[in-house]
């Protein structure tokens, strides 16, 4: 009897069917993988948006003369400062937060990102120093602080 070299049908099967189930796992493991980066690039970018505007919003505080809008103890949408005798005006548009003042208007918030529910609520005694409270919320995480003047 002379033997033959090569591969029974069953073992060829089962080898296809093992490349088959091995295949799944690592397509399973990459797609994950994918999943996971994106949602944590997403989260990035709303935390980055979130402090540049904190920061903005503070740095422009700290260097207001006065506090247009909203009048103390009133809340609004608009934010209205005066900074070196020009009006900077900070509102909602197309869910993004523009800041208007003497040179232009330009948007705080990234494109990744949509913004709502922005809310300003000014704090504090009529001879003292003004604070303000900020809400607003980017793609669905919702932030509150207060910042002061000088």
Known sequence: ?????????????????????????????FLSSIDIKTTSEGDSSIGQDAR????RLNYDLLRASSIVAPALGTSSGTLTLTINGVNNSYALSSNKLTLTDGVGTSNLNGSETSLTALNFQTLGNTN???????????SGQTFVTSMGTR
């Open 128 to 138: 003292g120093k003004r604070t303000v409270k900020v809400t607003f919320t980017i």
């Open 1 to 29: 009897m002379k033997l033959q070299k090569g591969f029974t049908v069953v073992e060829l099967i089962l080898y296809a069917g093992l490349l088959v189930i091995f295949l799944g796992i690592l397509s399973n493991l």
């Open 52 to 55: 540049l505007i904190i920061a």
